[in-house]
């Protein structure tokens, strides 16, 4: 792409800044934030990503991997607010289902072990993980507040923090996975996916590029599951004090 023909993208956002100002919502400020938040970070990930695919450097690669999970687990902790130390436990689950995924992407030889596969397969898993977590405690929070009284009675006869706790614990999990399911269901007949769709522009052969895309699919589905269990069997007792009891916990901003 030119960039010229860059340039003339910057039309979708004035029909966007149009729309908001002639219906009043009073985006205007924000849109024109986001763009140029994205336009600026998306470039500077492309020349640093530039650099360092030429540099290939294993130290490089690993240093991104990490602050990838670093921000991810920020912007995903942030749904726990309250909850002392949740932002090491969904930086661990993230780390693990990362170091799972791509273990074995490795280890079968699906994919070469190079920055160019690697780091851009690390960004799926690792924001899949991050949307997955942040539902998670959302919806544990959402659960755990609707359930409050049986968990209080459980925890009176006796039940273990885990026992009170389960049922809302398989219902957070189950929920921050519906998405990702979903998405499974209807692809390629409700949208074509981003990664497919940018290697057909590129010129790649359309059957080779739906090869990657069932790739990239059972990835994130295994990255979603295996984040919200993990983080779930690593956070569940956040929401209990020390004495085992039910932590009150402040409403959750949407």
Known sequence: MSTTALGFTLAFIFITIFISMRQKLGLEKEIWIGTIR???QLLLVGYLLQFVFNANHPALLVLIIAI????AAA??????KGLTGVFWRVAMSIGATEAVTMGLLLVL????PTPQY?????????G???????????Q???NVQASKGEIEALLSLGATVRQAIQVSLKRSVKSSMI????GMKTIGLVQLPGMMTGMIVAGADPVEAVRYQILIVFILAASAALSSMMLGLLSYKLWFTEDEKLRIMAKQQE
């Open 38 to 40: 994205s336009a600026v």
């Open 68 to 71: 990838m999970i670093a921000v």
């Open 75 to 80: 912007n995903s902790a942030k749904r726990g």
């Open 109 to 112: 030889r699906i994919i070469e």
């Open 118 to 126: 690697i780091i851009p397969l690390s960004g799926m898993i690792i």
């Open 128 to 138: 899949s993980s991050m949307v997955v977590s942040g539902l998670f405690l959302n």
């Open 140 to 142: 544990m929070h959402l």
């Open 179 to 182: 998405p990702t399911i979903d």
